[in-house]
């Protein structure tokens, strides 16, 4: 099982290869999801790539942020550069990138990044279709739904076996960029998660999640199917890293981990202990914690001292053959890997030097200290005439040149032709769509809309009465979170196509991929992260007929997108903040309260988060913002429909809002125009 280890910087990354890691992920100057690690220059990353190959250990690179529209030839232009190392894969989140690199560099391993929400078997699959060799897995997994991935599509799976737990799942947290305008799918994240946020009950910070450690469990993750063991840590000092790295790596050999590294694990960085709650399938209040003053003071420099001798000298990982041949004037040293890489160092013979026998000659050849090589096989005549020093100095001349060859590479081909930019936009119209949480919300004005989406679990028996009352047709919202719940929404999409309903808007590649499996028609809602021209393109090449763009965006950034598939944004509602498998309201007493009404969380300024939750929390938990998007009165350009979303209002509260952006009168409740002004950064 590989051991993937973060790497922060330098310093982290020899931590990570001398204490054992198979292969490192890290970020280069620009568009990796950690902006504020110390990452990578480009001549650092060529440096960086050469130490790992000569090692044997691989090198993952994270692109994995969402691209604005002017950003896509800059980040081509770098993945080019990686491809010239190379690297041995790429990190990407963006599907315009995505689609673009599959084009560009066929032969660059792509890896789906934990930001692209993958949670489901189909949405594993849609993206293994598509060109992916491996995907990084939603941390919210738990063992078994793990396995239902790896049984039902080939591509390499990724799991995170250590390290901090963000409470949305990645790539729906949009509470940074909300509050602060620093998106987290930027590499911008602020943590606003673990700030003072109350539930009834609670303690006060419940957002935040202890960190994940299931080292132990490690052997039951590769038999669910992962071939990966991931280690978060990217903004951890090097001493973290290597303490991670060197348990991941005994778990993996089958050897008994120390108590006392497992102790010192913990010392370097926790909160409150460490949790196995999501592999486990154990979610509610054990999972939360916080960074206690003694979690702090754990990271003694006695501690650090001893973290630090695991990375002290080169790991001997590199198995090699040496061997010292004669000629009639000359000896040579041959190392050999077992890649078929060879190097010989030659000398003239010293017809005066005594005979040593062949064990003293062994003896030499296997001194490879202070190297990453190993000596596994040797070879040597009975005797032969040489000195010590002069043989040893032969030995250290191969070594050398073998390393030397093998930090080099073959570049990956990559096209070089500029990428063109879809033709400019041209709304035939403006329509105007509805999203209801439930139907008791509808009212008199809502029959002026183009569409209503409702969510998935309506009754058949509500959706006839609004067609035979005259309201618009209706799109079915699926579920933004499906973990395990792949096969029940399935059967809930084919008992409503049954009785006529085929639209259904998307959250998530799942969602996406089970509407192509079932033959519906499938709506991008804003969850897809959709932020450049070349995304839309290629979710109209998934089949999505229309897509509503993420509401990080600017307005500008927006109206000026380019391409053929129809684009809205939301216009009115509370914008999700979060999304969430394990509920923050549960992190009480009483744990899951079995909500009949949406609860809230309050913050340090006194404000009030709506908390909702699908099917008792089975279809996913969100997060709500404070107050209401209101983009009354703007000019929405380049959109083809805006889209209003209802969480809390009463069906008086739904017919004054659409009374209002329809002119009738200012809305009389506080507001926020978000981010479309301004953008996120």
């Given at each position: 099982m590989e051991i993937l280890a973060p790497a922060g910087g330098p310093e982290a990354l020899q931590a990570a290869v001398f204490a054992g890691a198979d292969a490192v992920y890290l970020g280069g100057p620009a568009f990796g999801a950690r902006a504020s690690a110390r990452n990578f220059s480009r001549e650092e990353l060529r440096e960086a790539v050469s130490f790992c190959r000569q090692r044997g250990v691989r090198v993952h690179v994270t692109v994995n942020t969402l691209l604005r529209e002017g950003e896509m030839e800059q980040a081509l232009e770098f993945v080019a550069f990686l491809c010239s190392l190379p690297v041995d894969a790429v990190l990407v989140q963006d599907m315009g990138l995505f689609s673009l690199l599959r084009e560009k560099a066929p032969g660059l391993p792509l890896h789906c990044s934990t930001q692209m929400s993958l949670h489901t078997p189909l949405g594993a699959k849609l993206l293994y279709d598509a060109g992916a060799s491996r995907v990084v897995l939603s941390r919210e997994l738990s063992l078994e739904e793990t396995g239902e991935i790896a049984r039902a599509c080939p591509v390499e799976l990724e799991s995170f076996v250590h390290g901090a737990l963000c409470m949305s799942v990645s790539g729906q947290c949009y509470f940074s960029a909300l509050l602060g305008g620093r998106s987290g799918n930027r590499g911008m994240c602020a943590q606003t998660c673990r700030l003072p946020f109350a539930a009834p009950g609670g303690t006060g910070h419940d957002l935040s999640l202890k960190d994940l450690s299931f080292i132990p469990g490690m052997g039951r993750l590769e038999k669910a199917g992962v071939c990966s063991a991931k280690i978060e840590g990217r903004m951890k000092r090097p001493e973290y890293v290597a303490a991670a790295v060197s348990a991941c790596r005994r778990a993996a050999d089958g050897e008994e981990i120390p108590p006392e590294l497992l102790q010192n694990l913990e010392a370097v960085f926790s909160?409150?202990?460490?949790?196995?709650?999501?592999?486990?399938?154990?979610?509610?209040?054990?999972?939360?914690?916080?960074?206690?003053?003694?979690?702090?003071?754990?990271?003694?420099?006695?501690?650090?001292?001893?973290?630090?001798?695991?990375?002290?000298?080169e790991n001997q990982r590199v198995p090699v053959s040496l061997s010292l041949s004669l000629s009639e004037n000359s000896l040579t040293v041959t190392v050999r890997d077992r890649e078929g890489r060879h190097a010989c160092a030659t000398a003239a013979m010293d017809t005066q030097a005594p005979s040593l026998p062949r064990e003293r000659i062994l003896q030499q050849l296997k001194k490879t200290g202070g190297t990453p090589f190993l000596a596994e096989e040797l070879r040597a005549p009975q005797e032969a005439p040489v000195r010590v020093a002069q043989l040893n100095a032969l030995r250290r001349q191969a070594l050398e040149e073998l390393l030397q060859m093998r930090g080099q590479g073959t570049p990956i081909p990559f096209a070089q032709e500029p990428v063109e930019r879809p033709a400019r936009h041209q709304p035939a119209g403006f329509s105007l769509r509805g999203a209801f949480s439930r139907v008791e919300q509808l009212c008199p004005e809502a029959k002026g809309l183009d569409a209503l989406l409702l969510p998935l679990e309506t009754s058949l028996d509500d959706l006839k009465r609004l067609g035979e009352e005259g309201y618009p047709p209706v799109l079915l919202e699926l579920p933004r979170a499906m973990f395990g719940e792949e096969k029940a929404v399935g059967q809930e999409m084919e008992a409503k196509m049954a009785a006529g309903?085929?639209?259904?808007?998307?959250?998530?590649?799942?969602?996406?991929?089970?509407?192509?499996?079932?033959?519906?028609?499938?709506?991008?809602?804003?969850?897809?992260?959709?932020?450049?021209?070349?995304?839309?393109?290629?979710?109209?090449?998934?089949?999505?007929?229309?897509?509503?763009?993420?509401?990080?965006l600017a307005g500008r950034e927006a109206g000026a997108l380019g391409g053929s598939l129809p684009r809205g944004m939301m216009v009115y509602g509370r914008q999700a903040a979060m999304l969430?498998?394990?509920?923050?309201?549960?992190?009480?007493?009483?744990?899951?309260?079995?909500?009949?009404?949406?609860?809230?969380l309050t913050d340090r300024m006194g404000k009030s988060f709506p908390v909702m939750c699908r099917k008792g929390g089975r279809w996913g938990i969100e997060v709500f913002n404070s107050v209401p998007l209101w983009l009354g009165g703007l000019p929405l350009t380049g959109l083809d429909f805006g889209i209003f979303r209802f969480t809390l209002e009463n069906s008086a509260e739904c017919g004054r809002v659409l009374s209002c952006f329809s002119g009738d009168g200012a809305l009389d409740a506080p507001f926020t125009r978000g981010l479309y002004r301004r953008g996120a950064e």
């Open positions: 909160r409150s202990g460490f949790t196995q709650g999501y592999p486990a399938g154990k979610r509610g209040r054990e999972m939360f914690g916080v960074r206690r003053k003694e979690d702090v003071t754990g990271a003694t420099e006695k501690v650090l001292s001893s973290l630090r001798g695991l990375y002290r000298g309903f085929q639209d259904f808007t998307c959250g998530n590649l799942g969602a996406l991929a089970l509407c192509r499996e079932l033959g519906a028609k499938a709506h991008g809602s804003f969850s897809l992260n959709i932020w450049n021209s070349w995304a839309l393109e290629a979710f109209r090449k998934l089949g999505l007929a229309d897509a509503e763009l993420s509401f990080e969430t498998r394990n509920c923050p309201l549960a992190n009480g007493p009483k744990g899951c309260l079995h909500c009949k009404t949406p609860g809230a």
